[in-house]
């Protein structure tokens, strides 16, 4: 998996997701309940609007003062399958997608359908955002092999769709390369090297 970290967080040592302070994990997969964390289920977009409501009248009653400092998105792969359903969903609302009848707004002609889901994908990232002091984004890791110049490289890659993944990887302040280290016994490291 990729740490994508949108707002860089100044901590001192490397801490588990479940450690940092006021850190409330948006699980889309199921994966945290087996830890011991602040988390809500997600299960589509709509229950991240709840929770961004949520936490603006929090603050509202707290005199500004967001609740969480960080907001973990586990996985951003599974956000984006949530965003080409609402997407999709919108795009049916619209003039021009009246008429339209296939599941996925992915199925326009000439990939004109990317540009509505990049389009739901980067409004929810930036909803997300400017609820917490730090987003941070786990995503899935997908290789490619590239030929430069007659020689074969191996790419790793945030697993999105299109060019989304340059853009959210542009839009953040550091992007961390998660595994398990073998000499320490499987412990979960990241490596920020590029």
């Given at each position: 998996k990729i740490l994508l970290i949108y707002s860089l967080p100044k901590v001192g040592k490397t801490k588990q997701l479940s450690e940092l302070e006021n850190c409330l994990i948006l699980d889309l997969e199921g994966g945290a309940e087996m830890y011991d964390s602040l988390r809500v289920p997600i299960n589509n977009?709509?229950?991240?609007?709840?929770?961004?409501?949520?936490?603006?009248?929090?603050?509202?009653?707290?005199?500004?003062?967001?609740?969480?400092?960080?907001?973990?998105?586990?996985?951003?792969?599974?956000?984006?399958?949530?965003?080409?359903?609402?997407?999709?969903?919108?795009?049916?609302?619209?003039?021009?997608?009246?008429?339209?009848?296939?599941?996925?707004?992915?199925?326009?002609?000439?990939?004109?359908?990317?540009?509505?889901?990049?389009?739901?994908?980067?409004?929810?990232?930036?909803?997300?955002?400017?609820?917490?002091?730090?987003?941070?984004?786990?995503?899935?890791?997908?290789?490619?092999?590239?030929?430069?110049?007659?020689?074969?490289?191996?790419?790793?890659?945030i697993s999105l769709a299109g060019k989304l993944s340059g853009i959210v990887c542009a839009a953040c302040d550091a992007i961390g390369y998660m595994y398990r280290d073998t000499t320490t016994q499987g412990k979960l490291m990241i490596n920020f090297e590029t």
């Open positions: 977009t709509s229950d991240i609007d709840e929770v961004v409501a949520e936490i603006y009248k929090t603050a509202k009653t707290n005199g500004g003062i967001r609740p969480y400092k960080y907001i973990a998105v586990d996985t951003i792969d599974k956000l984006e399958e949530y965003c080409e359903k609402s997407a999709t969903a919108k795009f049916k609302l619209t003039t021009i997608g009246k008429s339209f009848t296939g599941s996925s707004v992915l199925e326009l002609p000439n990939g004109g359908g990317y540009f509505y889901l990049r389009k739901e994908m980067l409004l929810k990232l930036n909803e997300l955002s400017r609820v917490c002091k730090h987003l941070i984004l786990v995503a899935h890791v997908k290789e490619k092999l590239l030929n430069k110049g007659g020689v074969e490289v191996t790419s790793r890659d």
